[in-house]
């Protein structure tokens, strides 16, 4: 059985920290009753300003069993302690018995933080390998009946499958290649995938069968073994503990313009300090531009020498401007997957991201 390693929500916080400068949404309610289809973001952007602030201002009341985990039913209201607001659980109607025998499944209807089918074959699968990870890994060699394409239900043959490693496999080919723009190193390959497969006779070359697919496979694509399913699937929302500047290197898909809940990579990772759950404002990059005074171009016509002398190409950056929110799902050494939260204006590939408020 799966194995889903939920993050203790709210675990270190045992009391509410009540912070003074924590902004309230205008329009909070005084109560929410949880239902099917919420998230976590979602009840606290009803509270809060800054959804990220919830963990600020939780209450954990002891007396509740597994109060770190909202379902539907469950009432959660805003009150005041000292002065300072504080959001209190109260438990729904519905008992959950976390016994060890029914602990995944309890846990599997607790909310999620974010739309977690947004996010959920980027937690299951390898996205950013090394080179040789790709280089060195077992590779379709020939498809059944001479098929340029194969798809789901095909056969395909694969050498260099190590019987140790089982028979379940995903296939991958190596995408683009992820570089810092400002230091130009080599970040990691982006592993793109194409299916499921399934060795059903072990041999050199070995038969696999293909189960399901995403898009297209292709002689020459690479099989990598599927790991258990040991990732995270909810959140703590949080502004990183330490400074964060980096850059959006790309979009999955490609896309050109980024919106809500989209996927975006970041030139930043485990060495940078970010972790899943870290929360990141989204900043359009200013634009470079013609200085129309110091380039002489105001008052230029035709007729108009007397600009001879100045830098016809003197420009300036427009300050960076406020896009978006995003939160970190996924981290690797060198680079992480956020998940666009908030997008008040277009998001394009090399936009930046800094520590949210």
């Known amino acids: ?59 954990v009341n002891p007396q509740i069993e597994n109060p770190h985990l909202i379902y539907p039913g469950d009432v959660i209201s805003l009150v005041y302690r000292d002065g300072k607001p504080v959001l209190e659980l109260t438990r729904g109607s519905t008992a959950y018995k976390m016994s060890p025998e029914i602990r995944e499944i ?9 739309p977690l089918n947004s996010i959920r ?41 190590d019987e140790q490693q089982g028979q379940h496999y995903s296939v991958f080919r190596q995408g683009g290649v992820y570089k810092d723009p400002d230091t130009a190193e080599v970040l990691g390959y982006e592993a793109i995938y194409a299916a499921d497969a399934m060795v059903i006779a072990m041999a050199d070359p070995a038969t696999v069968e293909l189960r399901e697919s995403s898009r297209e496979v292709l002689v020459g694509d690479r099989l990598l073994p599927v790991v258990a399913d040991d990732y995270e699937m909810n959140f703590l929302p949080r502004s990183p503990e330490s400074e964060v500047n980096g850059t959006i290197i790309s979009v999955y898909d490609g896309v050109s313009q980024v919106g ?87 998001i394009h590939v090399y936009d930046k991201v800094r520590s949210a408020e």
């Open 260 to 346: 809500q809940y989209q996927i975006v990579v970041l030139n930043r990772g485990a060495r940078d300090n970010l972790e899943s759950g870290h929360v990141l404002s989204v900043y359009q990059a200013g634009q470079k531009v013609i200085d129309p005074v110091l380039s002489g171009r105001e008052d230029e016509d035709y007729f108009n020498l007397n600009n001879r002398g100045k830098d016809r190409n003197a420009s300036v950056v427009l300050p960076d401007e406020h896009a978006g929110v995003a939160m970190v799902f996924k981290v690797f050494d060198k680079v992480s997957y956020a998940i666009v939260m908030k997008a008040t204006r277009a």
């Open 121 to 161: 074959p980027f937690l299951s699968r390898p996205s950013v390998v090394g080179e040789d990870v790709l280089k060195l890994a077992p590779y379709i060699v020939a498809t059944s009946e001479e098929r340029l394409i194969s798809g789901k239900g095909d056969k395909v043959y694969v050498r260099g499958i």
């Open 1 to 59: 059985m799966r194995r889903l390693f939920f993050s203790a929500l709210f675990l270190v916080f045992s009391l509410p920290v009540l912070a003074a400068d924590i902004a309230l949404n205008p329009d909070h309610p005084q109560q929410h009753v949880v239902v099917r289809g919420d998230t976590l973001w979602d009840i606290s952007a009803k509270f809060l300003k800054f959804p990220w602030h919830w963990p600020d201002i939780w209450y």
């Open 106 to 114: 309890m846990l599997e209807k607790a909310i999620p933080t974010i």
